[in-house]
């Protein structure tokens, strides 16, 4: 089990939220909004400090909160090397691949969530591949320095 988790990319858990959303109730319930209305409309809202402040939270900003929390630790998981990182990274550019097309191609997904999500994607591939070439070439100066080499 924890190796499946280690291979699934954790931001394919929001993505797939916001797959649902957009195809179950992506119009609005009477049809009536588009998607970008639909996870923009206040649904909870909390009384702050201030005099007369108050915070209004929509979900869209719940799901790119919770999102934030997967990039963290799908960041943290891309730290460690092995088989499975590598099949990590290959799904993740997969799951990126995903993201750009539906967003460039579908209409309930050209929103600044869907595109914020898209680009969490991104920047997880980007980290895992830098993070993969940098431990590797170290683990070669390494080897190479006490190889007795030239």
């Known amino acids: 089990m924890r190796v499946l988790l280690g291979i699934f990319p954790l931001l394919g858990v929001p993505v797939i939220i916001y797959n649902l959303m957009a195809l179950t109730f992506g119009g609005g319930p009477d049809g009536s909004m588009t998607m970008a209305e639909n ?12 005099p007369g402040a108050v915070w209004t939270i929509s ?5 790119v909160i919770v999102s934030l929390g997967f990039f963290f630790f799908e960041i943290l998981k891309s730290t460690s090397t092995g088989a499975s990182t590598i099949v990590n990274h290959a799904i993740s550019m997969m799951l990126f691949i995903i993201c750009l097309v539906e ?31 940098i431990s590797a070439r170290r683990d070669f100066t390494v080897g190479d320095q006490n190889g007795g080499g030239r």
């Open 39 to 50: 996870i923009s409309r206040p649904f909870a809202t909390i009384g702050m400090v201030a």
């Open 59 to 63: 979900p869209g900003d719940l799901l």
């Open 103 to 133: 967003f460039l191609l579908l209409k309930n997904f050209s929103t600044s969530v869907f595109f914020i999500l898209t680009l969490m994607a991104l920047l997880d591939v980007l980290a895992g591949v830098v993070v993969t070439i």
